[in-house]
């Protein structure tokens, strides 16, 4: 597709359990990021992935966070023993210049 | 750290009542100012880029302008489907030596018929 998409859109979970979620950038754009949208918050900053370059993980609220981005494209953000706090929507954004493009999220739900 | 703050916070408007939105910043040097349009349910949709003081974009109804210490969404004649959320956005380096957006929180617009 000519966008980003992320996977799933939705997703409920019980507390710690752990969870996955997808995203593949705009073919070509050689920078992804992660951010996290709670509600009344703005937009926070997880990662960042440029090229085969270590990514910068100075986001990552803590190290149940991680995350890997496979080939230089699709990349998976995981969050082990979720707690309620983690409950938000997770935004990916690729980019090939300054300009970053969002997908439309994943809105996550920890019971 | 870079800072973003966005007024007011909501703004009720009628079809046709041009009106601004205000996005004041803090940075230690612009590396580049950006305005997002988010509908609910949606990620933020990329509308302008501004990178110096008195540079200007538009875009259909909207016009971003950029001073050394805020940025302005103007909205002219604006219709019901301009109703979202507008975010404006910095970049910034992070901790780690790359670079990233801040974000301010928005200002939430309705334009009634």
């Known amino acids: 597709g000519a966008g980003v998409s992320q996977s799933p859109s939705n997703k409920v979970t019980e507390k710690g359990k752990d969870v996955e979620l997808r995203c593949d950038p705009i073919?070509?754009?050689?920078?992804l990021y992660w951010y996290r949208q709670s509600l009344g918050q703005g937009l926070e900053f997880l990662i960042y992935f440029q090229g085969n370059s270590a990514p910068d993980k100075s986001g990552l609220p803590s190290d149940r966070f991680s995350a890997e981005r496979t080939g230089g494209s699709v990349s998976t953000l995981t969050i082990q023993r979720t707690q309620q706090e983690d409950s938000a929507v997770y935004l990916c954004a690729s980019s090939f210049r300054s300009e970053q493009f969002f997908g439309p999220g994943t809105r996550l739900t920890v019971l | 750290e870079d800072q973003v703050t966005q007024s007011p916070e909501a703004l009720r408007l009628q079809e046709g009542e041009s009106s601004s939105l205000n996005c004041s910043y803090t940075?230690?040097?612009?590396?580049?100012l950006f305005w997002y349009r988010q509908d609910p349910g949606k990620g933020p949709e990329f509308l302008f880029t501004?990178?110096?003081a008195g540079e200007e974009k538009e875009k259909e109804r909207l016009k971003a302008t950029l001073t050394k210490k805020e940025s302005f969404l103007h909205i002219t004649a604006p219709k019901p489907e301009d109703s979202a959320t507008y975010l404006c956005a910095v970049q910034s380096p992070t901790r780690g030596g790359s670079e990233k957006l801040v974000f301010g929180k928005g200002t939430k617009l309705t334009v009634n018929p």
């Open positions: 073919s070509g754009h050689t920078a």
């Open positions: 940075v230690s040097g612009l590396r580049g």
């Open positions: 501004l990178y110096s």
